[in-house]
């Protein structure tokens, strides 16, 4: 039972966690809460990858969704991927907050009429530069911010799959040398993000090992990028505020949680 008058957010999951998340952050799930959960709300996952789904009847009492990364396509067409749609195609048409992060951002360009495919210029991984459009009308949920976050912002990227073509009434909101389109917005409910801000750089450099490991990368290219990772870093702070403003509209500290098997609540 959920406490009357919190916030009630839902991770969707599209990737099973690795060794190394499960041992050092307990999995996915925490480094996201971490990332975006504040005083006063409850966070839910949902393992959307193994076909673990919100009830349909269960959607209107969530304030916001977040779809993140996987390793899988999202214009793939796997019965949960499929499913996936759906329910984002649902969850527009209530008019609920939808957070998209990296194939997240993909399989919402998807859901709603856009294109996705192989990235014209390989794999993306490492720190890129964002630049964020300044002069948009859509996105008010930056109202606010625009004093706070710089126009160019790092973050860390781990993809090969990109957007080619943003939905009809999709406005790109930012752009890197990489990647034509780093996010995109449809009206004020609706936010995908290519590259990863809850990630950090300890997660992307194992997830570096595995790639190599399984002949996804090639060696020079990974030692290049954690060469990279080693002299600079990410902005975490400005897109977590970001993320933090979309979902809700104001951005605080994460605070203290108590996880069950049910949810999370926070901790006062």
Same mark, same amino acid.
């Given at each position: 039972?959920?406490?009357?008058?919190?916030?009630?957010?839902?991770? #969707?999951?599209?990737?099973?966690?690795? *060794?190394?998340? %499960?041992?050092?952050?307990?999995?996915?799930?925490?480094?996201? $809460?971490?990332?975006?959960?504040?005083?006063?709300?409850?966070?839910?996952?949902?393992?959307?990858?193994?076909?673990?789904?919100?009830?349909?009847?269960?959607?209107? %009492?969530?304030?916001?969704?977040? $779809?993140?990364?996987?390793?899988?396509?999202?214009?793939?067409?796997?019965? +949960?991927?499929? %499913? =996936?749609?759906? #329910? =984002?195609?649902? #969850?527009?048409?209530?008019?609920?907050?939808?957070?998209?992060?990296?194939?997240?951002?993909?399989?919402?360009?998807?859901?709603?009429?856009? %294109?996705?495919?192989?990235?014209?210029?390989? +794999?993306?991984?490492?720190?890129?530069?964002?630049?964020? $459009?300044?002069?948009?009308?859509?996105?008010?949920?930056?109202?606010? =911010?625009?004093?706070?976050?710089?126009?160019?912002?790092?973050?860390?990227?781990?993809?090969?799959?990109?957007?080619?073509?943003?939905?009809?009434?999709? *406005?790109?909101?930012?752009?890197?040398?990489?990647?034509?389109? *780093?996010?995109?917005?449809?009206?004020?409910?609706? #936010?995908?993000?290519?590259?990863?801000?809850?990630?950090?750089?300890?997660?992307?450099?194992?997830?570096?090992?595995?790639?190599?490991?399984?002949?996804?990368?090639?060696?020079?290219?990974?030692?290049?990028?954690?060469?990279?990772?080693?002299?600079?870093?990410?902005?975490?702070?400005?897109? *977590?505020?970001?993320?933090?403003?979309?979902?809700?509209?104001?951005?605080?500290?994460?605070?203290?949680?108590?996880?069950?098997?049910?949810?999370?609540?926070?901790?006062?």
């Amino acid at each position: 039972m959920g406490i009357e008058g919190e916030k009630r957010y839902a991770l #969707l999951l599209a990737c099973n966690d690795s *060794e190394y998340v %499960k041992e050092v952050y307990g999995g996915y799930f925490n480094v996201f $809460v971490a990332a975006f959960g504040e005083q006063g709300e409850r966070w839910d996952l949902f393992r959307v990858v193994e076909g673990d789904f919100p009830d349909m009847d269960e959607l209107q %009492k969530y304030d916001g969704f977040i $779809v993140s990364g996987s390793p899988y396509d999202a214009y793939a067409n796997d019965f +949960w991927i499929l %499913k =996936l749609c759906f #329910l =984002l195609q649902t #969850l527009d048409v209530m008019r609920k907050k939808v957070l998209g992060i990296c194939f997240g951002h993909q399989v919402l360009c998807r859901a709603f009429g856009g %294109k996705v495919g192989k990235a014209y210029g390989g +794999w993306d991984i490492g720190l890129r530069k964002v630049r964020i $459009v300044k002069d948009f009308s859509p996105c008010g949920f930056l109202d606010g =911010l625009d004093q706070e976050i710089p126009p160019a912002l790092s973050i860390i990227e781990c993809h090969q799959d990109e957007v080619w073509e943003v939905p009809k009434g999709a *406005e790109v909101i930012a752009f890197s040398d990489k990647t034509g389109v *780093e996010m995109f917005t449809i009206g004020d409910h609706i #936010l995908g993000i290519q590259g990863h801000p809850e990630y950090t750089k300890d997660i992307l450099n194992n997830l570096i090992d595995r790639l190599l490991t399984n002949g996804c990368i090639e060696k020079g290219f990974a030692e290049d990028v954690k060469s990279q990772l080693e002299i600079a870093e990410p902005d975490r702070k400005c897109w *977590e505020k970001i993320c933090k403003f979309f979902l809700k509209g104001r951005s605080m500290e994460p605070a203290i949680v108590s996880i069950s098997s049910m949810g999370v609540s926070f901790l006062p």
